[in-house]
């Protein structure tokens, strides 16, 4: 481990209540007295307003960075919520505050029939008593994508984001087990062209896997197709073999693409969960602006916890309030259990109450990972 080169941990040391006390001060946030579900406000004052909905924990790749080679033991599909169930909780999530629904999983186009449940979510945008959700998104590796495109649009789809850390074949194949990059790629082309799609693109950054195609993903992304690009910091994940050598710290991404572009600072998205530091880029030798924004998201080295504003729902129906965290709540039972909207809220509140100010820094992950019952990241939803 280099401790020189990065100034890990970033958040306070272990243990969920000491890591409020202090990470709350550091990150300039103070308690502000229970958290509330109407509004889904939390302690700290920060407004939830998107939901990630992981529809499965399968998924048709294998990429080392999100899952263990062996696999993860999978849910039986009797636990995993269905689309009545996703539906449900869906709209009271949004009748709460949730304006952006993000699809995801595992693979969530993996899933039979999804386009069906997208157009159920879709017509979440047309609810009638005055909280409605604005936009509908899905995370996807793109494999499954092109055939499905016009009809997920007309389901309500409004964004994508597509997962692409390569541009070369024998890249891919190492980090996912698996081929597949010309799919992708096509999936990527095919999504810049559908009208009134809003396309982005996830890049996991690690060194020595892809930290020199930095700029060369930028040009075909951001600059060729126009799409915005998204170099996202490697994370621990229970299986994935993190170390901090490998991770490629947002500084460093900066640097990179400081040798070809001149980087010009956006600010915090603002149409997403104020998760990504955005830049416009400009080619040093011609001038000529990149048509696409590139953003990074550097949960590692520069967290973002202070304006995270993301709820989670597991496949299996468990709340989680971070990525980062492994405290989650269960929603599928007591709504198989016949709970009403008003005993769901109050679950949903005190999922709220225990979100802490910060995610505990990489080593205190680790150390929790090691210990057993930690979720890899295919079994989240990212
Ligand atoms: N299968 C879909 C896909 O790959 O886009 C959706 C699920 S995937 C878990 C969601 C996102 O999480 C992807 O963009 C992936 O690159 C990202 N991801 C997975 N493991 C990660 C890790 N260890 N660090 C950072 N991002 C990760
Ligand atoms: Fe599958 Fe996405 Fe995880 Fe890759 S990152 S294994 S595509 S869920």
Not at 152 to 164: P, Q, T, Y
Not at 175 to 200: E, I
Request: with cysteine; charged share 25%.
């Amino acid at each position: 481990m280099n401790a020189s080169r990065l100034p890990l941990p970033l958040a306070a040391p272990a243990g969920p209540q000491r890591l409020d006390a202090q990470a709350a001060a550091q990150l300039g946030l103070t308690v502000q007295g229970p958290a509330r579900a109407q509004g889904l406000v939390d302690r700290f004052g920060r407004a939830h307003k998107t939901l990630r909905i992981s529809v499965t924990e399968r998924c048709n790749l294998r990429c080392r960075y999100c899952m263990p080679e062996e696999g993860v033991p999978l849910h039986a599909r009797s636990d995993v919520l269905s689309f009545e169930e996703i539906e449900r909780l869906a709209r009271l999530f949004v009748s709460l505050g949730i304006r952006r629904i993000r699809l995801t999983g595992g693979e969530p186009l993996v899933r039979k029939e999804l386009p069906l449940l997208a157009r159920r979510l879709g017509a979440l945008k047309r609810m009638s008593d005055g909280a409605r959700l604005d936009e509908l998104l899905m995370t996807t590796n793109g494999l499954l994508l092109e055939p499905l495109l016009p009809v997920l649009r007309e389901a309500g789809l409004d964004g994508i984001n597509l997962s692409l850390d390569t541009l070369r074949p024998e890249v891919f194949e190492r980090l996912t087990r698996r081929p597949g990059l010309d799919q992708t790629l096509s999936a990527v082309r095919a999504a810049a062209r559908t009208p009134g799609l809003r396309v982005k693109v996830n890049a996991v950054a690690m060194r020595g896997v892809n930290d020199g195609e930095l700029c060369a993903l930028a040009a075909l992304l951001a600059g060729e197709l126009g799409v915005e690009l998204r170099y996202i910091e490697y994370m621990p994940f229970d299986g994935n073999h993190w170390s901090e050598d490998a991770l490629l710290p947002a500084e460093e991404i900066r640097r990179e693409l400081a040798t070809r572009y001149r980087l010009e600072p956006l600010g915090l998205d603002q149409d997403g969960a104020g998760t990504a530091q955005m830049f416009a880029l400009r080619e040093r030798d011609s001038g000529a602006a990149l048509r696409g924004q590139v953003g990074i998201i550097s949960s590692m080295s520069e967290p973002f916890c202070a304006s995270c504003s993301r709820l989670r729902l597991t496949a299996d129906g468990q709340l989680r309030w971070c990525l980062l965290d492994e405290g989650e709540l269960d929603l599928r039972g007591p709504l198989r259990a016949g709970a009403t909207d008003s005993d769901l809220t109050g679950l949903v509140a005190l999922g709220l109450e225990r979100k802490a100010a910060g995610h505990a820094p990489a080593e205190t992950l680790l150390v929790s990972q090691a210990r057993g019952g930690a979720r890899a990241m295919i079994r989240i939803g990212g």
